[in-house]
C-alpha cells in the first residue's frame, strides 16, 4: 500500500512541475532579432513577417513629419502566444521601414505567468502579450495591446500625433 501512495505523490508532484514550468523552447528575457530567426522560431516569424505588406502611405508620413524623433519602443512578446507571433514579426517589418532598431526597439519574452527573468516588465502593467509600448524622452506616449484597434501602422500615427 505504501509504494502506491508514494507512486501517486511522485506522479502529482511530476505533473504539477509540468504545468508550471516554461517551456524549454520559449524565448525569455531580451531578445535579439536574430533569435526570431532560429529554429523553431523562425518557422512562425519568417512567415508572419513575409506575409505583412507594410503601409507605406503611413510609414512615410511618420517618416516625413520626423514623429519619431526621440522615440523609442519596448515590446513585450510571448513566443508561446499566437497574437505575438502575428503582431510582433509585422511590428519588426514596419520598424525596420521606419529605421526605428538597434536600440530604439526592445523585445522582450515573457513566461506565461508574463514575467522576465530581470523583470523588464515590472511596473509596466503587463496583461497582454504584445504589449507595445511607445517612449518619447523616456516618457510613455501610449501603447498596443495585444491587436491594433485599426492596424499596427494607424494606431502607431495616432501615438506619434
Given at each position: 500500500?505504501?509504494?502506491?501512495?508514494?507512486?501517486?505523490?511522485?506522479?502529482?508532484?511530476?505533473?504539477?512541475?509540468?504545468?508550471?514550468?516554461?517551456?524549454?523552447?520559449?524565448?525569455?528575457?531580451?531578445?535579439?532579432?536574430?533569435?526570431?530567426?532560429?529554429?523553431?522560431?523562425?518557422?512562425?516569424?519568417?512567415?508572419s513577417y513575409n506575409?505583412?505588406?507594410?503601409?507605406?502611405?503611413?510609414?512615410?508620413?511618420?517618416?516625413?513629419?520626423?514623429?519619431?524623433?526621440?522615440?523609442?519602443?519596448?515590446?513585450?512578446?510571448?513566443?508561446?502566444?499566437?497574437?505575438?507571433?502575428?503582431?510582433?514579426?509585422?511590428?519588426?517589418?514596419?520598424?525596420?521601414?521606419?529605421?526605428?532598431?538597434?536600440?530604439?526597439?526592445?523585445?522582450?519574452?515573457?513566461?506565461?505567468?508574463?514575467?522576465?527573468?530581470?523583470?523588464?516588465?515590472?511596473?509596466?502593467?503587463?496583461?497582454?502579450?504584445?504589449?507595445?509600448?511607445f517612449y518619447k524622452?523616456?516618457?510613455?506616449?501610449?501603447?498596443?495591446?495585444?491587436?491594433?484597434?485599426?492596424?499596427?501602422?494607424?494606431?502607431?500615427?495616432?501615438?506619434?500625433?
Amino acid at each position: 500500500m505504501k509504494y502506491s501512495i508514494w507512486s501517486l505523490y511522485i506522479t502529482c508532484a511530476i505533473l504539477l512541475t509540468n504545468c508550471t514550468s516554461t517551456n524549454k523552447m520559449d524565448i525569455i528575457g531580451e531578445t535579439p532579432i536574430n533569435k526570431f530567426r532560429e529554429a523553431p522560431h523562425n518557422e512562425w516569424f519568417s512567415s508572419s513577417y513575409n506575409s505583412y505588406i507594410v503601409n507605406t502611405r503611413i510609414t512615410d508620413e511618420i517618416k516625413v513629419k520626423k514623429l519619431l524623433k526621440d522615440v523609442a519602443v519596448e515590446v513585450f512578446y510571448g513566443s508561446w502566444c499566437p497574437d505575438s507571433h502575428e503582431q510582433v514579426p509585422a511590428f519588426y517589418k514596419i520598424t525596420e521601414e521606419l529605421e526605428l532598431t538597434g536600440d530604439k526597439a526592445t523585445y522582450i519574452g515573457l513566461d506565461r505567468n508574463k514575467k522576465s527573468p530581470k523583470g523588464f516588465e515590472s511596473g509596466k502593467n503587463i496583461t497582454h502579450v504584445p504589449t507595445f509600448i511607445f517612449y518619447k524622452n523616456s516618457e510613455e506616449i501610449g501603447r498596443i495591446i495585444e491587436k491594433p484597434k485599426e492596424s499596427l501602422e494607424e494606431d502607431l500615427l495616432n501615438i506619434l500625433l
